[in-house]
């Protein structure tokens, strides 16, 4: 599959086979019956092979045109003496498998299994997954007095290139098990059917397990993610990829029962208790509550970073962390968080905010830079939105940019329109990968403007994706 035909061969066998089986009957005597065999054939042997390597359910509409024009194209041709339906009683029939087998294809394109770009930078990139827990934080969502705060951090780092043929990591998990139930987490915390999204297990990412780290003994900048409400750490996949490859640790962070599903190390899964109430000063105050626990989850994983670098907690990483050069980063309720968290924190030296509305409730000053990426703002955008996230930017001892893209919506930022529907309401306008990659161009502008020495303001960089605005200490 690539990201523009979202089929394998296969299936487009499939389509094509059976596209030809049901329009055979209107062919002229001389081709009719070797065509209406060959497409048998290859439907036949076509469908089989998906039925053993795994059929996905976009192409049930098609085997269903399949088998319905099987038995009236074929037994015909068999006889001596071929009766075929009259063309008024055929005609109907024809009209009924096209449109199942045109089904196929639309489904795939509008729910297509997610094929990630491949990464620009340098490096390759590899991925681990640690558990953490911070023994001094009881667990707020369980009344068990001697529940620790556990978080899941998966890490994306620049590695050496990988021999040939080595696995590459499947997207949501770290096994097909875990991926599927996180897959269908997603699906049942969005309200739609599982099969829906049964692609995302099916994908496989740039990153794989077990990659030794670069050489060269250079010490990584560090990303901390936290995904949206419900979301979960892999999520924004493209985007830490792309940063990995460009010499960024990239951490993201599953948050336990607020993210749809967690998988814990030994197996036990955590399903999200996030719901909304409808009241909206209740909802707000839930999200104030739920935006705190990953400030302080942020905050926690940022202190582990030491105990990695050192070798303590064991891993590919030992001695390449800079520890010192951190930044904090989330989408939606998670930039929120990451927000929050830089004035919690003086630790972090940079924060963005991929579309987050901030939901701290007594937003205090911070010294840290931050890049607030937003969606394109119309008539159903919350009025509060741009109001408060200026005031908050305008509590940063730093530079603060606020880049509005143009064509975008608040899932645009994500890796959702690799696999949602392209719909402009959902995921914007722009081409499916457009928006994953300005997302990213612009994080590496700023990143490389704050986390590394002499690379400059990164404003003339940001305003080519979009409208800029600029906030400096001591500004308007």
């Known amino acids: ?88 009683l055929a005609l109907p029939g024809t009209a009924v498998c096209l449109a199942l087998v045109a089904a196929g294809p639309a489904a795939s394109w509008a729910l297509p299994t997610p094929v990630f770009p491949e990464p620009t930078g340098p490096f390759a990139v590899g991925t681990s997954v640690l558990d953490l827990t911070d023994p001094a934080r009881p667990e707020s969502a369980t009344p068990a007095p001697d529940d620790r705060r556990t978080v899941v951090a998966q890490f994306w780092y620049p590695a050496r290139k990988p021999a040939a043929g080595t696995p590459r990591a499947p997207y949501l998990g770290r096994t097909q098990r875990e991926a599927r139930v996180v897959g269908d987490a997603l699906a049942d915390y969005s309200g739609l059917p599982g099969f829906l999204l049964d692609g995302l297990p099916r994908a496989r990412t740039h990153a794989a397990y077990g990659l030794p780290v670069a050489d060269g003994g250079e010490r990584f900048p560090v990303v901390l993610f936290s995904p949206g409400l419900g979301g979960v750490r892999a999520q924004n996949t493209f985007w830490a990829e792309e940063l990995a490859s460009h010499g960024y640790v990239v951490v993201g962070l599953d948050h336990p029962y607020d993210s749809a599903a967690v998988v814990l190390a030994d197996g036990r899964t955590i399903r999200t208790q996030v719901r909304a109430t409808g009241d909206d000063a209740e909802d707000e105050r839930r999200a104030a509550g739920w935006t705190a626990v990953r400030a302080a989850d942020l905050s926690f994983v940022r202190a582990q970073l030491g105990r990695i670098h050192s070798g303590e907690i064991a891993g590919p990483l030992t001695g390449r962390l800079d520890t010192a050069r951190v930044a904090a980063a989330g989408h939606s309720l998670g930039g929120g968080a990451a927000l929050q968290a830089a004035h919690q924190d003086r630790e972090f030296a940079a924060v963005i905010d991929l579309d987050g509305f901030p939901h701290d409730p007594a937003p205090q000053p911070f010294r840290q830079p931050v890049l607030a990426l937003t969606q394109a703002i119309g008539p159903e955008t919350d009025p509060d939105y741009l109001p408060r996230l200026t005031r908050v930017l305008g509590l940063s001892g730093a530079t603060a940019y606020r880049l509005t893209v143009p064509r975008t919506a608040h899932l645009t930022f994500t890796d959702a329109p690799l696999y949602l529907p392209p719909l402009p309401s959902l995921v914007g306008s722009l081409d499916r990968t457009e928006g994953p990659r300005v997302t990213a161009a612009a994080s590496l502008a700023f990143l490389d403007a704050t986390l590394r020495d002499g690379r400059g303001d990164p404003a003339a960089a940001l305003s080519a994706y979009g409208a800029l605005s600029v906030q400096r200490p001591g500004g308007p």
């Open 1 to 88: 599959m690539n990201a523009h035909v979202p089929m394998s061969l296969c299936e487009i066998l499939l389509v094509l086979g059976t596209f030809v089986l049901v329009l055979a009957r209107w062919l002229p005597p001389r081709p009719r019956r070797p065509a209406t065999l060959a497409a048998a054939a290859v439907a036949v042997l076509s469908g089989s092979v998906l039925g053993i390597v795994g059929l996905r359910w976009q192409m049930v509409p098609v085997l269903v045109g399949a088998a319905v024009a099987l038995p009236f194209a074929v037994p015909p041709l068999l006889r001596r003496t071929a009766r075929r339906a009259p063309w008024w």
